[in-house]
T-cell receptor, first 113, second 115 residues
């Protein structure tokens, strides 16, 4: 079975500070990993995805994530937070051969001016 | 190009009623997936359809059913509604659905409230 754990349901950062959102996965086979962002009352937008190519994945809006197999992690980072980054972020996993995408419980990012 | 569209945006039902939610995928996409997102939680996978056939099912009771039409649009049906069915129902489309690396594009969701 596949699963993801997002550490910290709420994260607050100052505008201009580093953003670090944590995600650890569990999978018995090599996973495909995703980060999505959800703004209030909206659907999910894909930020980036890992599909077994480069371990450092760059996404939209300046976000990136690094796949670390030894740590079973796929943390999301952004060097400098912007007010518009305030949203809820979801880590998700999918494994080869299965259609089901499993989402984490989400991390709400607050950006303080 | 239009993204994934869902209708209605909001609806309110009472316990025991039936509801039908609709989804139109991005033009050219042949796969549709449905997710339930309860307030404060991540989306939970309900179904995936590809080429009008069910290709995946999550841990939901038989009260939940879906179908996909020849134009690749989809309906999600929920019978005998319970209070716990109150949630945001998200539809996602992808080009093929058989490729694990395919990106799923999500619609804005339908907010269902069961009273």
């Amino acid at each position: 079975a596949q699963s993801v754990t997002q550490l910290g349901s709420h994260v607050s950062v100052s505008e201009g500070a580093l953003v670090l959102l944590r995600c650890n996965y569990s999978s018995s086979v090599p996973p495909y990993l995703f980060w999505y962002v959800q703004y209030p009352n909206q659907g999910l937008q894909l930020l980036l995805k890992y599909t077994s190519a480069a371990t450092l994945v760059k996404g939209i809006n300046g976000f990136e994530a690094e796949f670390k197999k030894s740590e079973t992690s796929f943390h999301l980072t952004k060097p400098s937070a912007h007010m518009s980054d305030a949203a809820e972020y979801f880590c998700a996993v999918r494994v080869e051969g299965y259609q089901k995408v499993t989402f984490g419980t989400g991390t709400k990012l607050q950006v303080i001016p | 190009d239009a993204g994934v569209t869902q209708s209605p945006t909001h609806l309110i039902k009472t316990r025991g009623q039936h509801v039908t939610l609709r989804c139109s995928p991005i033009s050219g996409h042949k796969s549709v997936s449905w997710y339930q997102q309860v307030l404060g939680q991540g989306p939970q996978f309900i179904f995936q359809y590809y080429e009008k056939e069910e290709r995946g099912r999550g841990n939901f009771p038989d009260r939940f059913s879906a179908r996909q039409f020849p134009n690749y649009s989809s309906e999600l049906n929920v019978n005998a509604l319970l209070l716990g069915d109150s949630a945001l129902y998200l539809c996602a489309s992808s080009p093929r659905g058989t490729r694990d690396t395919d990106t799923q594009y999500f619609g804005p969701g339908t907010r269902l409230t069961v009273l």
